[in-house]
């Protein structure tokens, strides 16, 4: 069996090694822009603007075809600099950020625009419905993951009947990834912060769900019971981080 724990483990944090580099980065939004007609050579910078006034530059990586950028979840709106390898300079008017949405630039008008194809910020239909599904997905990806892995973790550490591991967790999981969106949404927009309550909240887990398997596994050692509480919600956690990058 400690073989099978090993393994486990393993698992758990090869799923969190590719998040950890960005751990500190802010959970962006994402548009894309086309540009037309802009000069070979020209520097494209993306200004971003925010509710408050204030504003964050971010270089293009490219200024033909189409431009992919991040931006923070409290910036609303944006404009593109360009500066032609002359020297001149060119400013476009602030444009409102929508959704996760595609926007057009014509460096031969230096005109910016949103072309139509985005997931709309406000109550529209389609920007409703896309919203509730993203936000079913969110919740039933992770939970279905949850309940996979968790069975086969009860299985490496003969936990049974399987049916309680199965109960709390369709209880804990849904629960616990509400509030961490709801206490991430509160706090700020940053990466470090979403980690931080998704590893105390998932702590806080473990101490539950292991009070609840001692309740219902007498027969089982309370040492066995808590190691697999604690290998079971690091798979969870490594999965609700994975999950989670999918969708913010």
């Not at 709309?120 to 389609?126: D, F, L, M, Q, V």
């Not at 109960?167 to 969106?181: D, E, G, H, K, Y």
């Not at 009070?211 to 309370?222: H, M, N, Q, V």
Request: aromatic content about 12%.
């Amino acid at each position: 069996m400690k073989k099978r724990i090993v393994i486990l483990l393993l698992v758990a944090i090869m799923l969190l090694l590719p998040h950890a580099a960005s751990a500190n980065a802010p959970i962006p939004w994402y548009i894309e822009i086309g540009c037309e007609n802009v000069e070979e050579g020209t520097q494209i910078e993306v200004v971003f603007q925010r509710e408050d006034g204030t504003t964050r530059t971010q270089i293009a990586d490219r200024t033909t075809g189409t431009i992919g950028m991040g931006y923070e979840s409290d910036e609303t709106s944006f404009c593109l600099v360009c500066t032609a390898p002359d020297g001149t300079e060119t400013r476009t008017e602030f444009v409102q950020l929508v959704g996760w949405g595609s926007y057009r630039y014509d460096g031969a008008t230096n005109s910016l625009s949103a072309n139509g194809t985005y997931y709309p910020r406000g109550n529209s239909c389609a920007g409703g419905v896309l919203t509730a599904i993203l936000i079913v997905l969110a919740f039933v990806l992770p939970l279905g993951l949850t309940l996979l892995f968790e069975f086969l973790a009860a299985l490496c550490f003969r936990i049974r009947p399987v049916k309680y591991v199965f109960a709390i967790n369709a209880i804990t999981n849904p629960l616990m990834n509400l509030l961490v969106a709801v206490l991430t949404l509160q706090l700020a927009p940053q990466r470090w912060i979403y980690w931080t309550v998704l590893a105390v909240l998932e702590l806080a887990v473990v101490g539950l769900e292991f009070w609840f398997y001692t309740k219902k596994y007498r027969e089982i050692s309370r040492r066995r019971l808590l190691l697999f509480s604690f290998v079971a919600n690091l798979l969870s956690f490594a999965i609700g981080v994975g999950a989670a990058s999918l969708f913010f």
